[in-house]
């Protein structure tokens, strides 16, 4: 069984917000200061979160993110993780995370079960890590992704925003960084998902100018991924590095989307553009059965929009920033 929506997209992957806490203040995506977060109890607990899991496991979800906000912020993320493998072992898991608490945590969380790790670093450079995070532990990350790599993780994704005018002298030290460390490295379209409602198209380095960029270290051969994989993904035809590109603005994936998101304080989202959400908190505090909830999952699923309008006139920026929502 699975969920379709009225476009014929088959849904069988769960994005889940653990927290919309981060100890970063990326530029694009939360506001410097005066954030609000929600109270705890606003918060799914993790019995409510395994509960949606075994529901969407039940409906033929098979592929699950944990992110955030900094899912790592949220205490003892490993007995999560565990309880999510003992619905299905063979669970795709992958964890988004900004790293900073790798270091203690990648072992716990690799003894969980947990083998995929996509840990966000937009720049090698010290003081551009700075000024887009606006917080100064490049070298903690730095170590993270060691600890990651010491645990057993593999493969490691790092994901790189790219920024018009901000971030093109990365692409080649991204390219000749992974070609040394073997690390997929894949570089996300600025989005608009700012607090500031700052964003244009004029500040999107886009797909074609990423792997321009990327093509100064050699030459690149398609890889062929999951149609449903955000990433266009490549490697160097001398066998080192992998890149990849994630084009939501300049080349949208919404006709193979296959995912909904579940916000931290329980609402569902069927793209990451909504302007519309389903709490269904509400369900599961308010003694619905389980295939009352299943039911409601499948009816969510078919108020899908066939595709995010970004560029268009018709577009409306979600209230909710990045963080907020669930990377
Ligand atoms: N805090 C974790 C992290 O940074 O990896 C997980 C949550 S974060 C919201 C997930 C991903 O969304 C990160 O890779 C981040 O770079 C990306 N992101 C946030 N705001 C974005 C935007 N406006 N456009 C494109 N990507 C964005
Ligand atoms: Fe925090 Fe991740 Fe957003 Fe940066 S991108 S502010 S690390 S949630």
Redesign the pocket.
């Known amino acids: 069984m699975s969920l379709m929506d009225n476009y014929g997209r088959a849904h069988d992957d769960l994005r889940i917000s653990v927290t919309d806490r981060?100890n970063?203040r990326?530029f694009?995506?939360m506001p410097e200061e005066g954030m609000t977060f929600l109270p705890h109890d606003e918060i799914l607990t993790y019995e409510e979160i395994v509960r949606v899991v075994r529901l969407t496991t039940e409906l033929g979800f098979t592929s699950y993110h944990l992110?955030?906000?900094?899912?790592l912020l949220r205490r003892d993320l490993d007995e999560l993780v565990r309880q999510m493998f003992e619905i299905n072992p063979k669970m795709d898991l992958a964890l988004?995370?900004?790293?900073v608490y790798l270091p203690e945590m990648a072992k716990r969380l690799y003894g969980a079960g947990l083998r995929r790790v996509?840990?966000?670093l937009?720049s090698l450079d010290e003081n551009k890590f700075l000024l887009m995070t606006r917080r100064n532990v490049f070298k903690q990350v730095m170590a993270g992704i060691e600890a990651a790599a010491e645990a057993g993780f593999s493969p490691i994704k790092i994901?790189?925003?790219a920024l018009k005018n901000l971030t093109e002298e990365e692409l080649p030290r991204f390219a000749r960084w992974s070609r040394e460390t073997g690390y997929a490295v894949r570089f996300?379209?600025?989005?608009?998902?700012?607090a500031d409602q700052s964003?244009q198209r004029e500040k999107v380095l886009t797909a074609e100018e990423i792997l321009e960029g990327l093509s100064s270290e050699g030459e690149l051969e398609l890889v062929n991924g999951h149609p449903s994989d955000p990433a266009t993904r490549y490697r160097y035809k001398d066998g080192k590095g992998e890149v990849g590109v994630i084009a939501?603005v300049t080349r949208p994936f919404c006709e193979t989307c296959n995912r909904i998101r579940l916000t931290a304080e329980g609402e569902i989202r069927t793209c990451l553009f909504s302007t519309v959400e389903h709490n269904i908190k509400t369900l599961l505090r308010g003694g619905a059965t389980d295939e009352a909830i299943k039911k409601w999952l499948a009816d969510v699923v078919r108020t899908k929009t066939p595709g995010h309008l970004i560029g268009q006139k018709e577009f409306v920026q979600p209230d909710r920033?990045?963080?907020a929502?669930?990377?």
Do not use: R
């Open positions: 981060c970063f990326c694009y995506c992110t955030g906000g900094e899912p988004t995370t900004n790293g996509n840990i966000s937009d994901n790189a925003v996300i379209e600025y989005m608009p998902l700012d964003w939501s920033t990045m963080s929502i669930g990377g």
